[in-house]
Structures are given as C-alpha cells and as structure tokens.
C-alpha cells in the first residue's frame, strides 16, 4: 500500500550531475532537510561504513587471487567499481523517497510488496551467512593456534574448532545487543585498526621472518576465475547496511563522500593483501591466509590473534538490519517493551547462527557462495533495478541507462556462475 502510494514520484535529477547542480534545483529548506542533529557524524559513519566492507574479506582475497590468477585483479576493480556505482544507487533511491528508511523499504517503494519481500529475504540471508561465517572463521584461526585444546563439558568432548566457535560466540553475544550506530562506531573504529594490523603483520612476516615474497604465481586461471570473482564480489557486499548507515546519518548529505572514501581505501586495501599473499605462499594458499602463517613468528601470531578481533567488531552492525527487518513485521503485534523483544531477536540470531557454523565448517566455499548468489544479488542486480523503477529513466535510452544495464548484467552472471562453481564445490566437500 504504502509502495503504491508513492508510486507518481520520481527522480528528477540525473546521478552523474554534480553535487552543485543538485543544489541549484533544491530550495534551501530542502538542502538541509537530511540533517539530523542527533545522529552519527562524518566519522563515525565512515568508520561504520569501513569496517562493514573491510572485514573478513581480507583474510579471503589472497586465495581468490591465486584462484583466478593474476590478471583477475582488473576484476576485482572492476567489481570495486560498480558497486561503489550501486552504492551511490541506494543513495539516490533513499533520496527520492523520505520515508525509506531501509533496504527492504526501497524494494517496496519500486515493486511494492512484492519486491520489498524478495530484498528483505535476500538482505537477512546474505546477512546471516556472513555473521556465520565470522564464527567459522574465529574457530578455523583458534584451532589452528591452540590445536590440541579439547573442550570437556558435562563429560561430552567437543573439539578444538566446534569448542572455540561457541567460546566465540558467547564473548561476541554482549556487542550483538548494541543497537545505538554512534555507539558501534568505536566497535567498527576497532575493526578498522584490526585490518590494519593483520596487513602489516602479513607482509612483516613475509618481510622479516624468512617467508619472503618468492612465488611468481599464474598469470591467469580460467577454472578458478569464478570462484574468485565470487570472493571479490564477497568483499563488496555491505550494501544492505547502508541505508542503516544513511538514515543514523547526522548530514545525510555527506553520505556520497562517505561511501568514496570507504570503497577506495577498502579497495586499496584489498589489493595490498592480495598481491602480499600471493607472492609470498602462490597457489599453496588457504581460504585464509592466517592459515598459511607459521604460528610459532610473532608476526604470525599478532596477526591471528588481531584475526579474532574482527569478528566481534563486525557482528554486531550486520545483525543491526537483520533485527531491524524482523521487528518490522512483528511490530504491530509486539510494540510493548521493544527492548526486550530486540535482545531476545538478537540472542536467538546467535544461537543459530552458532548451529550453522558447527554445521557448514567451510569457510572458503561458504563464503563463495554468500559472494555469487547474494551479494551480487543485494550489491549489484536489486540496486540496479530499484533505481530503474524509481527514477523512471528506463523509458528513454541515454548513457546512464546503458551503463546501469551493463552493471546488471554483470551482477547476473556473476550470480549464475558463481552459484554453480560454489554449490558443487560445497557438496563435493561435505
């Protein structure tokens, strides 16, 4: 109802106008009528936004790098590329409409209930496999530095792996109930300094501790280019934790600006960690480079434990827009004591996600598929049709038009391939 209402209203301004030309044709009420002088600032949202999109990724993208070879980092760019593109898509999208407030909000106002069922079911799952993967993560690095700790409880042994998984959990399950996005911002400033470490302490160790940077690697590797286009495509999907971002913003106009420096410093990133790890281990890498690390070098070790810090900052800002979706739909049943509700959303979400991860133990593929199927889904493909429907442009052919067509069709064949390549990789290890 609330999509058809608004269904006569577009968007008027091309996206590849400048900021200045925006301005002209708003009235000077309307330029600031996204300031929320209580919400987060410039800096808090950009590290939010850093460590929603430089996380785990990083540990992943040296192994993608040698599945594709090196000629697959043009791919990596160019996925770099279209969904900081698609990123600025949302914007637009959120800015045409102020009643949206979320990503499942944009696919009701473009395709009405239909489509804001599809986004919502689309946005919780890639969320949710990603928080699991955090766990599978902390419990493959944990492991891998305390091999032979067996767990005891109640006279059932678990192993070291499923016994740190859930150590994990339980540390992380107090940062889950945050909901206050200024708050979470010093949790995301600490994961942002995490990377940092874990990329200085790889490359000391390959610097300084007698791995050194020998491995020449491939120039390309056609049978692995899809599951490292995954992988890349994997390290780009915060999309649905941006109109989180947008709407606690305090200048919303500043959201744009914020969005450049996240994807250009991620993306430097990424690429310093991918071409470190492929030249000191080549094609002997694990789906996590710290698996590679001996644990017996400092930098080794300073790098693992600053692995697990990761987890914990991130958890908790991509479980925000899962808890935000639910409560939406049990709103009118549930509006008394919201606080509780959301604390009881939150510790059943790591329960579960706690279950997953003790079910499905592969990181790499794991992580593979979250990239094909659903981040080119949520981070290219329902961007790119949103904004379509909304502005209106798609009824006249023009430069803008083509270059979202060609981004669409990317997204749609990195979703097709990948899902396919990630899916047999799965059951062949299961």
Request: proline share 5%.
């Given at each position: 109802m609330e999509g058809q209402k608004h269904e006569d209203h577009s968007i008027t301004i091309p996206l590849l106008h400048s900021y200045a030309d925006y301005v002209t044709v708003n009235s000077k009420e309307e330029q600031y009528s996204n300031i929320n002088i209580t919400g987060a600032s410039f800096i808090s949202t950009c590290f939010n936004g850093l460590n929603a999109l430089?996380?785990?990724?990083?540990?992943?993208?040296?192994?993608?790098?040698?599945e594709g070879g090196w000629l697959s980092l043009i791919l990596l760019l160019l996925i770099a590329s279209s969904t900081f593109y698609t990123g600025l898509l949302i914007q637009r999208c959120m800015d045409a409409d102020p009643t949206i407030t979320s990503y499942p909000d944009i696919g009701n106002r473009a395709f009405g209930k239909t489509g804001k069922a599809i986004v919502s079911i689309t946005m919780d799952i890639e969320l949710y496999l990603v928080a699991t993967?955090?766990?599978?993560?902390?419990?493959?690095?944990?492991?891998?530095l305390f091999p032979d700790m067996d767990f005891d409880v109640y006279g059932f042994r678990i192993g070291a792996k499923s016994g740190f998984i859930v150590l994990v959990a339980l540390i992380i399950l107090p940062t889950s109930w945050l909901d206050n996005m200024s708050i979470l911002s010093y949790i995301s400033a600490s994961g942002v300094l995490a990377s940092m470490i874990i990329l200085g302490s790889v490359f000391w160790a390959g610097a300084a501790d007698g791995i050194g940077f020998n491995e020449k690697g491939k120039l390309v590797n056609w049978n692995g280019?899809?599951?490292?286009?995954?992988?890349?495509?994997?390290?780009?999907?915060a999309h649905p934790v941006f109109p989180t971002l947008y709407t606690s913003m305090r200048n919303q106009r500043q959201f744009s600006k914020v969005l450049f420096l996240c994807f250009a410093f991620s993306t430097i990133t990424y690429s310093l960690m991918a071409v470190i790890g492929y030249l000191m281990f080549g094609s002997k890498l694990e789906s996590q480079i710290t698996l590679n690390l001996p644990?017996?070098?400092?930098?080794?070790?300073?790098?693992?434990?600053?692995?697990?810090?990761?987890?914990?900052?991130?958890?908790a800002l991509m479980l925000t827009p899962i808890v935000n979706s639910i409560e939406s739909r049990f709103h009118a049943s549930y509006s008394y004591n919201e606080r509780m509700r959301s604390f009881l959303i939150r510790t059943v979400l790591m329960i579960s996600t706690v279950i997953v991860a003790l079910s499905v133990p592969f990181f790499g593929y794991l992580m593979s598929l979250v990239g094909a199927i659903l981040s080119?889904?949520?981070?290219?493909?329902i961007p790119c049709l949103c904004y379509l429907k909304i502005s209106g442009i798609h009824r006249r052919i023009g430069v803008e038009v083509v270059t979202i067509g060609l981004v669409l069709l990317s997204g749609l064949i990195v979703a097709v391939v990948g899902t396919y390549v990630s899916l047999v990789d799965i059951v062949r290890h299961l």
């Open positions: 430089s996380g785990i990724g990083i540990l992943s993208i040296p192994y993608a790098l040698a993967g955090f766990l599978i993560l902390e419990g493959d690095n944990l492991s891998n280019m899809p599951s490292a286009i995954s992988l890349y495509a994997f390290c780009y999907c644990t017996n070098n400092i930098s080794s070790r300073v790098a693992i434990g600053t692995t697990l810090v990761t987890p914990i900052a991130k958890y080119a889904t949520t981070s290219i493909t």
